[in-house]
């Protein structure tokens, strides 16, 4: 595209995408006090995000707001189809300048809306995932544009290298093209691509906090599985070893595995010991996790809770939740699972020989500490349900007995 009107129309598109990429906020949320009366005292205090003052919550329509947001991811992906017909060679000025701007335009709304998820009402889980998506769709957006520029923005390859697409870039994701995509050449499509699978991410997109955390705690749940399996491998390997040193005694040929676990690396009595002690830890903080998924995530929480015991002269105070309230508890929870598997895969680490056992210990102990404060989150969720709070008080006896129960000589 050669005219000056059309060129300054896509560089200023451009420029526009570029600033409403937005470093996500990462979340923030109070510490979980040690007991349950303190918990609920949290929830009664109010406790505000950062700088936030207000007592109130703010008006916030989560499934109203979820359809215009898809609506929108649908208008994005069609204008940018559009505009890269109307913009590639050779191009009618005119029209390429109208389909620029109607996308600035969504570019714009998009921005908009974004920033006007009211963060302690909605979440902080879900108002990062939504950033993530739009920032996914703006740098796109300045990535593709800036292919029909005659002098090309040097800032873009520099963020496109810097923050990098956590969508699909491979051709794969020019699959679900729309169907004017057939008149897009294929210099063009993959970057096009990009776009698309943005704006499908954002239709998708969460449509609550307590919906943005279970998608992140299927993850972590993985990434637990990963250090569970780990530990596992050495237990097992530990005892294939012992076999082959038994069937191997006369072998001198010298040959060496390329394995990692060779016969110098054998642990030792107690260093197995220490493995089978941390996997049962984190077998039953798996337990743990797909517990709160299913009380905490996938099922809708009470909207109150006793906030004392009651006495037979008196009654249970209770204490009804604001959103703003559920939304915490839900970015908190999330935090102290996110908290709990990287403590899981530090623990998984250290189990290689030589161990240093006090120093696994240790972790064994912080591990047990963000268990129980995911328990006491989880009470909260289950309050007055007899027969989960008893799975509750189990789970947290069976940590103590594993942890306490010492190694033999």
Known sequence: MATEDSQKKIRGLVDLALTYVVEPQPVSVPAVPDTMDELVAQVQSGLKIESDNSDKDEPWDSENFSQRLAGLGQIISNDVTKTVIACKPPADPVAAIGMVDALGESCFRLAGFVDAIPVKTAGQTYKLEIQTIANEIFLGVAVLMNEFLDEPVEKVAQLQQQ???????????????????????????????????????????????????????????????DAISEVQEMIDSNDDKDGAAND???????????????????????????????????????????????????????????????????????????????????????????????????????????????????????????????????????????EHEKWMDMCEAQFKKILEKPLSA
């Open 248 to 386: 191997n005694d006369d072998d001198e040929s010298g040959n060496e595995s390329d394995d990692s676990w060779n016969d110098d690396e054998k642990l030792t009595e107690k260093e197995k010991q220490l493995c089978i002690k941390s996997n049962a830890m984190l077998k039953l903080t798996r337990l743990l996790l797909k517990k709160l998924k299913q009380r905490c995530l996938d099922t809708a929480p009470a909207l109150s809770l006793s906030a004392s015991t009651p006495s037979p002269t008196t009654e249970a105070e209770s204490v009804t939740f604001r959103p703003s309230d559920l939304a915490r508890m839900w970015d908190q929870l999330h935090i102290r699972a996110k908290e709990v598997t990287a403590l899981s895969d530090e623990i998984a680490t250290s189990l290689y020989g030589p161990q240093d056992q006090e120093a696994v210990s240790g972790l064994l102990k912080d591990l047990n500490c963000k268990d129980h404060e995911c328990i006491l989150l989880g009470r909260v969720f289950v309050r007055g349900q007899v």
């Open 163 to 225: 923050k990098n697409f956590t969508l699909d870039t491979t051709p794969a994701a020019t699959t679900k093209a729309p169907k004017e995509a057939a008149g897009i050449d294929k210099q063009y499509l993959v970057k096009t691509g990009i776009v698309w699978e943005a704006c499908t991410a954002l239709e998708k997109a969460s449509r609550s906090n307590s919906q943005a955390v279970a998608k992140k705690w299927d993850g972590l749940v993985a990434m637990l599985d």
